[in-house]
C-alpha cells in the first residue's frame, strides 16, 4: 500500500527541490548582469525590509485587508443562499455561476476588468482603471468564488436545527441571524476570511494588469526583480517574505481550526 | 467417520492489546452447519475472518480440506461468503454478480451462463437478472448474495449474519429457504449470528463464544437443556438464578425454612449452589385457588412483562430472590402487582452452575 | 425579497466582466464599447490566425494533457493509499500533497526557474510538465479521494472471496466505482492546468508559451478586441467543461456541500 505513495513522493520531492532552489538563491549574492550567483550573503534579505520593499509589503497588506473585508461582506449573503437553499436546481446554478469565473482563468477576468474599468461600458466619474481601487475591485471580484465556497462549507455545518430552535422560541429571523447562524458559523468566517487574505497578498494578475505599473504588490515586486532586472537572488529573499507570510497566516488558521469552538 | 473440512488449531488473533480469539480448536465436518453463536465482541466474526483469509491469526494453523491455508489470500481459498450488508456489486446486474467468481476461474461462457440461471432458479429470484442491486429489496438482495457465493461450488459457506438486516417476517422466511438451500446442496456452512432462536433452529452444532474462547460446542438441544457454564445458561433462553445452599444431595436451601428438592446431579453437600432454572419450566399458579402442591413455593408477583403470547412474571421469593415464569396469554385470571402467586419448580428443571 | 435581490445583484458582479468580454469580442472596431457598434467576427480570426496564440495553445494542449495524464494515476495511488493504508503519518502525507495549493505562485514559479537552470532545461518543457503536475495533484488525489470514501471496503473483500486477485479486484470493482472521481479529477486537472498562469509565466520562453502566458503579453502590449475573442473561446471551453463536471458528478458532492 505504501508504495502507491511513491509516485507522489517523486513530484513532492520536484516541488520542494524548486522551492529549495529558492531558498538557495535568496541566500547567494547577486551578480548584475548575470544569472550566475554569487557567494553567501544576507544582503537580499536586508534589501527585503528596506525601506522601498516594506513600502510594498505594507501596500499589499492594506490592500489585502481591504479586499477581504469587502469579499467578505458581498461573499456572506450568496454563500448563505447556496449552504440553505431547499431548491436543487437554484443549488446547482449558484455554483456553476459562483465555480464559472473560478475556472474562466486569471487573464481573461482580469481583461474583463480593463474593459469595464476603462471607459469601454460606462464612463467612470473618477479614474478607475490602472488605480488602487480599481485594483481592489478586481481582487474582489477575484476572491468572491472562494470565499463563498469557504462561507457556504462553514454556514451548512451549522445544523439547521439551531436555527429552527430559536425561532420556535420566537426569535425573527434577523435576530436568528444575528444570534445563532452568525456567532457558530464565526470560525468558518475567520478561517474563511484569512485563507481569502493569504491568498490576495500573493496576487499576481489582477495588480499587473489592473495597476498599470502604478500598483505594485509583493508579488509584482518579485515579478519585477526576475524577469525584469534578472535579479533571482533578490526575487528569491522576497517571495520567501511572500511564503512565510501565507504560512504564517494558514497556521494561525490550522490552530483555529484544530481549537474546539467556543461556547 | 465425518471429514473434517474446517479446522482451526490454536487460533489466536490479537488486536493490539485486545485478544479477539484466544486459542480456539475447532472442527467443521462435512455438510454440517455449524453456527458460531455469541454477544458482539464474543470473536465469533472474527473467527469466520480468520477462516475466509480477511485477518491472519497471530498464532494457530487452519486447515480446509486437509490443506493448510494458513497464510493463503482469501481468494486462493476457494471459499463461498455471503456478508452482513451483502456487497452486492453495485454497478454490476444481478447476472453479472452472480458469475463474477465464475469469470474469476475462467469458465466458458455457455456455462457461466447455464451455472448462474441455475442458481438464480435455486434462490427463486429467475427473472431479474438483468437488474442492479439497488432495484432489488433486501431479501431478494440477500438470495443474490446467496447464489454468487455457491454457484462455483466452493468447499465451504461462510455467512456473516446475513439475516440481521431484514425485518422479522422476511428472516424467518429466509432461515427456512436457507437450510433447505444447504440441505439440498449438501455444502459444509459456518454462520455467524447473535440470535440465539436462529442458531437454534438452523444448526447441526452451535459454538457459543464468549471473550474469544468457545464456552460450548454440541448440538443445539444439548445446548439449551444442558448448558454447560454459566455464560451458556444466561445468553441461551431467559433463566433466573438462584442462590443457596446444598443441604442434602437432592436439596438445596436458599434462606431458612424455603429449600428446593433439585434432580439434577449429585450436589456437593454443605456448599453454596448456584442453579438456573427456564421460565418456561416454572409453573405459575394464584394462590388460594386449588389445592397446595408439596413441590410449591410461595412468593409474590413483583413485575410484569406483556409479550403478546405470553407474560412474563417477576415472582420474589421468601429471602428477597427472584424466580421468572410465563403465564400464557390470555391468562385465566388477570394478574396484578403485589398479586401472591403459587410457583411450581420441576426438579428436574434445575441447572447446576459452575 | 430584499435578499433575493441582493443575491441577484452579487451574482451579477461576478458574471458581468464575463458578459462584457463576450460582448466586446463581437465589437467591429478596434475601439472597445460596449455595446458594440455592430457585430463582427474579425476578432475571432484574428485570435485563431494569430501564430503566437496558435503556438501556444499547441503548447497547454501539450502540457495540459501530459500534466493531467500522469497526474490521473500518482493522485488515484496517492488517495487510495491515504484512506485504506492505515498510515500512521496519514496526516503528514495529506499536508505534503496539498502544500502547492499553498505556495505562492510566484515563489513556485521563481523556484522552478531556478531549478530549471540549474539542470540546464531553461529551453525545454519537462520543468512545465513536472511543474503543472505537482499544481494539479491536489485537486486529482482529493476529487479521487472523494469517491474511494464513499467505496464500501467490503465490495474488495467480496470480490476477494469469490476468487478475484488483488489486481483483477481493482480492475473489476475498484476502478469501474471510482469513475465520478476519476473523471471529476481529470476535468479539474485539465482546467486547472490549462488556465495556470503565474507559475508558467517564470518557467516559459517564447517557444514554450503557454496560452495564458501569450494572452498575458498581448494584454500588456496591445489593446484590441482579439483578446476579447480568444476569452470569449475560453470562457466557453471552461464553462462546457465545468457543467460536464456536474453532470458526472454533481459539483455539490465534489466540494463537500452536500452533507
Do not use: H
Given at each position: 500500500m505504501k508504495l502507491l505513495l511513491l509516485p507522489s513522493l517523486v513530484v513532492i520531492a520536484v516541488f520542494a527541490a524548486a522551492l529549495g532552489g529558492l531558498f538557495?538563491?535568496?541566500?547567494?549574492?547577486?551578480?548584475?548582469?548575470?544569472?550566475?550567483?554569487?557567494?553567501?550573503?544576507l544582503a537580499n534579505f536586508r534589501a527585503v525590509v528596506s525601506a522601498q520593499y516594506l513600502g510594498y509589503v505594507w501596500d499589499t497588506v492594506v490592500l489585502s485587508a481591504a479586499t477581504t473585508v469587502?469579499?467578505?461582506?458581498?461573499?456572506?449573503?450568496?454563500?448563505?443562499?447556496?449552504?440553505?437553499?431547499?431548491?436543487?436546481a437554484t443549488r446547482s446554478w449558484l455554483l456553476i455561476l459562483t465555480l464559472a469565473p473560478f475556472f474562466t482563468g486569471a487573464i481573461v477576468r482580469t481583461y474583463a476588468w480593463?474593459?469595464?474599468?476603462?471607459?469601454?461600458?460606462?464612463?467612470?466619474?473618477?479614474?478607475?482603471?490602472f488605480t488602487e481601487r480599481g485594483v481592489l475591485i478586481g481582487l474582489v471580484h477575484f476572491s468572491m468564488p472562494t470565499m463563498i465556497l469557504l462561507l457556504a462549507a462553514a454556514i451548512s455545518h451549522v445544523d439547521p436545527a439551531y436555527e429552527r430552535a430559536a425561532a420556535s422560541l420566537g426569535a425573527r429571523p434577523g435576530r436568528v441571524f444575528r444570534r445563532v447562524t452568525l456567532p457558530l458559523s464565526l470560525p468558518g468566517i475567520v478561517s474563511g476570511s484569512l485563507i481569502v487574505f493569504a491568498w490576495t497578498l500573493s496576487a499576481f494578475p489582477t495588480p499587473?494588469?489592473?495597476?498599470g505599473g502604478r500598483v505594485k504588490m509583493i508579488a509584482n515586486g518579485v515579478k519585477d526583480l526576475a524577469l525584469d532586472s534578472f535579479n533571482w537572488p533578490g526575487a528569491a529573499a522576497f517571495a520567501i517574505l511572500a511564503l512565510g507570510l501565507t504560512l504564517g497566516l494558514l497556521s494561525v488558521v490550522g490552530r483555529l481550526a484544530a481549537r474546539p469552538a467556543p461556547e | 467417520m465425518a471429514r473434517a473440512i474446517v479446522e482451526l488449531h490454536g487460533c489466536t488473533r490479537d488486536?493490539?492489546?485486545?485478544?479477539?480469539?484466544?486459542?480456539?480448536e475447532l472442527t467443521v465436518d462435512e455438510g454440517e452447519f455449524l453456527s458460531l453463536l455469541g454477544p458482539s465482541g464474543c470473536g465469533k466474526t472474527t473467527t469466520l475472518n480468520l477462516v475466509a483469509g480477511f485477518v491472519e491469526p497471530t498464532a494457530g494453523r487452519i486447515l480446509i480440506d486437509g490443506e493448510d491455508v494458513t497464510g493463503r489470500p482469501p481468494h486462493a481459498r476457494g471459499l463461498g461468503v455471503v456478508f452482513q450488508s451483502y456487497a452486492l456489486f453495485p454497478h454490476l446486474s444481478v447476472f453479472e454478480n452472480v458469475a463474477f467468481g465464475l469469470r474469476e476461474r475462467r469458465a466458458p461462457e455457455t456455462e457461466i451462463h447455464r451455472r448462474v440461471a441455475e442458481a438464480l432458479a435455486l434462490v427463486r429470484l429467475d427473472p431479474h437478472g438483468r437488474q442492479r442491486p439497488g432495484q432489488l429489496s433486501g431479501g431478494m438482495q440477500q438470495r443474490v448474495a446467496l447464489a454468487r457465493a455457491l454457484v462455483y461450488r466452493p468447499r465451504v459457506l461462510l455467512l456473516d449474519e446475513p439475516l440481521a438486516a431484514l425485518d422479522k417476517r422476511l428472516r424467518e422466511e429466509m432461515r427456512g429457504e436457507l437450510r433447505e438451500i444447504q440441505r439440498s446442496v449438501g455444502i459444509t456452512t459456518v454462520f455467524v449470528t447473535h440470535d440465539q432462536t436462529e442458531a437454534l433452529s438452523l444448526s447441526d452444532r452451535i459454538a457459543v463464544m464468549h471473550r474469544g474462547r468457545i464456552e460450548q460446542l454440541a448440538a443445539p438441544r444439548e445446548i439449551y437443556e444442558r448448558p454447560a457454564t454459566r455464560f451458556v445458561a444466561d445468553f441461551i433462553g431467559g433463566s433466573s438464578v438462584l442462590r443457596g445452599r446444598a443441604i442434602a444431595r437432592d436439596r438445596v436451601e436458599l434462606v431458612p425454612g424455603l429449600t428446593l428438592r433439585v434432580e439434577a446431579q449429585p450436589l456437593p453437600m454443605g456448599q453454596a449452589v448456584e442453579l438456573a432454572i427456564r421460565p418456561e419450566r416454572v409453573g405459575v399458579g394464584l394462590r388460594g385457588g386449588?389445592?397446595?402442591?408439596?413441590?410449591?413455593?410461595?412468593?409474590?408477583?413483583?413485575?410484569?412483562?406483556?409479550?403478546?403470547?405470553q407474560t412474563e412474571v417477576s415472582v420474589e421469593l421468601a429471602g428477597g430472590q427472584r424466580v421468572l415464569g410465563l403465564v400464557a396469554e390470555p391468562a385465566p385470571t388477570p394478574l396484578a402487582v403485589s398479586q401472591p402467586v403459587s410457583l411450581t419448580l420441576p426438579p428436574d428443571a434445575f441447572i447446576v452452575l459452575e | 425579497m430584499i435578499g433575493r435581490v441582493v443575491i441577484a445583484l452579487l451574482v451579477a458582479f461576478m458574471t458581468l466582466p464575463t458578459v462584457v468580454v463576450v460582448i466586446a469580442s463581437f465589437n467591429p472596431t478596434a475601439i472597445m464599447s460596449v455595446p458594440p457598434a455592430g457585430l463582427s467576427l474579425r476578432w475571432y480570426v484574428n485570435a485563431l490566425t494569430y501564430p503566437q496564440f496558435r503556438r501556444a495553445a499547441v503548447n497547454s494542449l501539450v502540457a495540459t494533457a501530459a500534466a493531467a495524464l500522469l497526474a490521473l494515476p500518482i493522485g488515484t495511488a496517492a488517495a487510495l493509499a491515504l484512506e485504506r493504508g492505515r498510515l500512521r503519518a496519514r496526516n503528514l502525507w495529506t499536508t505534503l500533497l496539498l502544500s502547492p495549493l499553498v505556495v505562492p505562485g510566484v515563489a513556485a514559479g521563481l523556484g522552478f526557474l531556478i531549478l530549471a537552470a540549474a539542470l540546464g532545461l531553461l529551453r525545454s518543457r519537462t520543468v512545465l510538465v513536472a511543474a503543472h503536475v505537482a499544481l494539479v495533484l491536489p485537486f486529482v488525489a482529493r476529487s479521487v479521494w472523494v469517491s474511494?470514501?464513499?467505496?464500501?471496503?467490503?465490495?474488495?473483500?467480496?470480490?476477494?472471496?469469490l476468487g478475484a486477485t488483488p489486481w483483477r479486484t481493482f480492475r473489476r470493482v475498484t476502478l469501474p466505482l471510482l469513475r465520478p472521481g476519476l473523471i471529476a479529477g481529470f476535468l479539474f486537472a485539465v482546467v486547472v492546468s490549462a488556465n495556470e498562469f503565474v507559475v508558467s509565466l517564470f518557467i516559459v520562453n517564447r517557444v514554450t508559451e503557454v496560452l495564458p502566458v501569450a494572452m498575458f503579453t498581448y494584454v500588456v502590449n496591445y489593446t484590441d478586441p482579439t483578446i476579447a475573442a480568444i476569452s470569449s473561446l475560453f470562457i466557453a471551453a471552461t464553462v462546457t467543461i465545468v457543467w460536464l463536471t456536474d453532470r458526472f458528478v454533481g459539483l455539490a458532492a465534489v466540494f463537500r456541500l452536500d452533507r
Open positions: 538557495r538563491y535568496s541566500v547567494l549574492e547577486f551578480v548584475p548582469g548575470s544569472l550566475t550567483p554569487g557567494g553567501f550573503t469587502l469579499t467578505l461582506v458581498a461573499s456572506y449573503p450568496v454563500a448563505y443562499a447556496l449552504a440553505r437553499t431547499p431548491s436543487r480593463i474593459l469595464v474599468l476603462g471607459n469601454a461600458v460606462v464612463t467612470w466619474p473618477i479614474p478607475m482603471l499587473e494588469l489592473l495597476g | 488486536f493490539g492489546a485486545v485478544r479477539a480469539v484466544d486459542g480456539l386449588g389445592e397446595a402442591d408439596a413441590e410449591a413455593v410461595g412468593g409474590r408477583i413483583v413485575a410484569l412483562t406483556y409479550l403478546g403470547a | 474511494v470514501r464513499n467505496l464500501d471496503p467490503t465490495l474488495e473483500r467480496a470480490a476477494a472471496s
